[in-house]
């Protein structure tokens, strides 16, 4: 249908009319969401999985589910200088590992906020107008369990093994604890790693609480006196904290590849279980 020229004029006046308060908002939301859109994802989860599991093989398998992620955050690492082009290959190994801890400490970040595993923060500020970021994980806010400190992720997957179980559980050692035991080569000097006190339980019971540790997304072991200068206790690291130190990093890898996350690199004395991260559990 042709408009009449007064409706014509009018039409055309109204469309140069500016778009003020609440309509211009709605447009940049709308265009700010398309732009979303249009964004590639990285999976966090699954990269920071990669970040713990490559760096132990003793080849160039990839990490099943993490390689388009992992690209996107290599290729990122490429074009601010620090990862060479030759290691953008979907492979979260050490060199990417310690690209990526030089992108935190370039953030100002220090300690635990550089080592070398994808925070979210860190994350989303590498991804700023290149991808957006999905399956948000973190460890939260540091708490106390009885006079050690550890983080609420860890102590919700502690709650649930417990539940499991059906009996509470007393920790040897919590996390965030640089030096505080020689013997434990570092594993407690980050987030995610607690050791728990097995006094009073027979054989059984200790493979038992093993197994729901594992269950919920703890990479566990039954430690014995004959193994290092420790007694006898359960070693436990909760796969995909943001806040492992390197060590713990390292036994986790390990635990993925079958072994007993002990220097040896040993084959896995532990229950078998289809290994879940918390989040995985939950799902």
């Known amino acids: 249908m042709k408009l009449s020229s007064y409706a014509a004029a009018l039409t055309a006046a109204t469309l140069l009319v ?43 398998k990839l990490t099943p589910g993490a390689k388009a992620s992992v690209l996107l955050v290599e290729r990122a690492l490429r074009d601010r200088h620090l990862l060479d082009k030759k290691w953008v290959d979907g492979y979260f190994g050490t060199t990417t590992v310690t690209a990526f801890a030089k992108y935190q400490k370039s953030l100002g970040y220090k300690g635990l906020q550089a080592n070398g595993l994808p925070g979210k923060t860190s994350l989303v500020k ?34 649930e093994a417990q539940r499991l179980l059906g009996r509470k559980l007393v920790l040897d050692q919590g996390s965030y604890n640089p030096g505080g035991d020689p013997t434990s080569a570092g594993t407690h000097d980050g987030g995610g790693v607690i050791d728990v006190n097995v006094k009073g339980m027979s054989s059984a019971t200790r493979i038992t609480v093993t197994r729901a540790l594992r269950r919920v997304g703890f990479a566990a072991w039954v430690r014995n006196p004959n193994q290092g200068n420790w007694p ?47 989040e995985e559990y939950k799902r």
């Open 232 to 278: 006898w206790h359960i070693h436990a690291a909760a796969i995909n904290d943001t806040d492992l130190s390197s060590q713990a990093q390292h036994q986790i890898g390990d635990y993925y590849l079958g072994q007993n996350g002990l220097a040896n690199r040993g084959p896995d004395d532990g229950p078998k279980v289809t290994i879940h991260t918390w």
């Open 18 to 60: 500016p778009l003020t308060g609440a309509a211009e908002a709605a447009a940049q939301t709308t265009h700010g969401k398309a732009l979303s859109k249009a964004l590639p994802s990285v999976n966090m989860e699954a990269v920071v999985k990669a970040a713990q599991i490559d760096p132990r093989r003793p080849d160039n």
């Open 126 to 159: 590498l991804g700023a107008g290149r991808f957006t970021v999905t399956h948000v994980i973190g460890p939260g806010a540091r708490v106390h369990v009885g006079k050690f400190v550890i983080n609420t992720r860890t102590r919700t997957m502690l709650n």
